[in-house]
């Protein structure tokens, strides 16, 4: 079946960058885009961008462009979220999600904490 | 950006009672409206895509309508299980947006 499965937990002070990956496995891994999602406690999601698996295009949403870079590995099936320049409120859970449009597949998640 | 409206923020409901909550959006966005739930704890689970796909695994009580601006997710006959928070998200346009979440709570 298809999985999902994001690095742990991270604690990071602020102004560092933090890396998340995602390793994907049941699909093919070029056929499907990946997206990140975050959700800070008690907030919404807060899509963040998405890159394609197939040739490695990004598209990032406003918010963050010149902060975040997504890339991938297609050797390993394994996505990758790098922020840059955290601030606390940057602390939240980074979700990736893949599976076509509707994003039918999901990570466990990620808690990035950014704290002084 | 689109913004996701959702109705209602909270509902309090009774075991096998019909649950209706509703998406709002800003712009239309075709078909290309999602809803997920999530847990405490969990990640988010789709439930329904592209408006009123229903997804194998999903149970047959929820389903989806509407296109353009509104949509609908409808539980009949509520579980206990189903107590979470409903969310939906739209991929029709970049930056792609969520609603702010419909948490529901039984009495």
């Known amino acids: 079946q298809v999985q999902l499965v994001q690095s742990g937990t991270e604690v990071k002070t602020p102004g560092a960058s933090v890396k998340v990956s995602c390793k994907a496995s049941?699909?093919?891994?070029?056929?499907?885009?990946i997206i990140w999602v975050r959700q800070a406690p008690g907030q919404v999601f807060e899509w963040m961008g998405w890159i394609s698996a197939y040739n490695g295009n990004t598209n990032y949403a406003p918010k963050f462009q010149g902060r975040v870079t997504m890339t991938t590995d297609t050797s390993t099936s394994t996505a990758y979220l790098e922020l840059r320049s955290l601030r606390s409120d940057d602390t939240a859970v980074y979700y990736c999600?893949?599976?076509?449009?509707?994003?039918?597949?999901w990570g466990q998640g990620t808690l990035v904490t950014v704290s002084s | 950006e689109i913004v996701l409206t959702q109705s209602p923020d909270f509902q309090s409901v009774t075991p096998k009672e019909k649950v209706i909550i509703t998406c709002r959006a800003s712009q239309s966005v075709g078909s290309n409206l999602h809803w997920f739930q999530q847990k405490p704890d969990q990640s988010p689970k789709l439930l329904i895509k592209?408006?009123?796909q229903s997804l194998s695994g999903v149970p047959s009580r929820f389903s989806g309508g509407g296109s353009g601006t509104d949509f609908t997710l409808i539980i009949n006959s509520l579980e206990p299980e189903d107590v979470a928070t409903y969310y939906c998200?739209?991929?029709?346009?970049?930056?792609?947006?969520f609603g702010q979440g419909t948490k529901l709570e039984i009495k």
């Open positions: 998200h739209q991929s029709d346009a970049s930056p792609n947006t």
């Open positions: 999600a893949s599976g076509g449009s509707a994003h039918d597949y």
């Open positions: 592209f408006a009123s």
């Open positions: 049941g699909y093919t891994f070029t056929t499907y885009g």
